[in-house]
């Protein structure tokens, strides 16, 4: 399986202020995603990383908001931008290697916005 | 849109003792990967176990194993001689590896399983 690291692993800001996540791999992978994980609740998919091209967001998740880069195989970043107490949540990277095979997180980091 | 619904938010059982979680979801498609992860108070997300859909043998890995029941479809988790380490929310997701889709993982909302020593 994929190790699979994250930085920060945990933050607290002010509003309005934006954070940059950063997911990094230890082997090539096909696939990186980016889920959110609010108090409480299951995992919500924000975006599929695409390297060299624009991440694909799922509904109610746009790009002004959360942009995605992925210059390369192992390496991909989140922001979240202007944020606000409801963007409080665990954020966690994951990764696939071929389609059809198992999908692999990492730690994820948790954001508390103030 | 597929839907993956788990009806126990939450569940206990002794130590050494077995205990099942129970997933349904909703689908068209008739290739598909179910899975179920483990994320412990640590929140780092764990597989525990994959099927696909297409493989009438149940998988199975070490204490856990699934009953999968196509036609039901349904997908449940059998945890044998559950150990205090068991103790985490468990999710069921699906994933349908459509030719140039995005394969993405859905979830349902979970099970907060506690071992009680």
Redesign the interface.
């Known amino acids: 399986s994929a190790v699979i690291s994250q930085k920060p692993s945990r933050d607290i800001c002010q509003r309005g202020t934006s954070l940059t996540i950063q997911c990094q791999v230890d082997s090539q992978v096909t696939m990186m995603f980016w889920y959110r994980q609010q108090p409480g609740q299951s995992l919500t998919l924000i975006a599929t990383a695409n390297q060299g091209s624009e991440a694909t967001y799922e509904s109610g998740f746009v790009i002004d908001k959360f942009p995605i880069s992925r210059p390369n195989l192992t390496f991909s970043t989140l922001t979240v931008s202007n944020m606000s107490p409801e963007d409080s949540s665990i954020y966690l990277c994951s990764v696939r290697s071929n389609p059809g095979a198992e999908q692999f997180f990492g730690p994820g980091t948790r954001l508390t916005v103030l | 849109a597929q839907t993956v619904t788990q009806s126990q938010p939450e569940m206990s059982v002794q130590e050494a003792e077995t205990v099942t979680l129970s997933c349904t979801y909703d689908t068209s498609e008739s290739n598909y ?1 179910l ?1 179920w ?1 483990k994320q412990p108070p ?6 525990v176990i ?1 099927q ?1 859909a297409y493989k009438q043998q149940n998988a199975t890995e070490n204490r856990f194993s699934v009953n999968f029941q196509k036609a039901a479809k349904s997908f449940s988790l059998k945890i044998s001689d559950s150990q205090l380490g068991d103790t985490a929310m468990y ?1 069921c997701a699906f ?1 349908n ?1 459509t ?1 140039g889709g ?4 859905v ?4 099970t907060k399983l506690t071992v009680n020593p």
Request: without cysteine; glycine residues 8%; proline residues 4%.
């Open positions: 990967y899975f992860y640590s929140r780092q997300m764990i597989l994959r696909e999710f994933m590896p030719q995005s394969e993405k993982l979830f349902g909302k979970g």
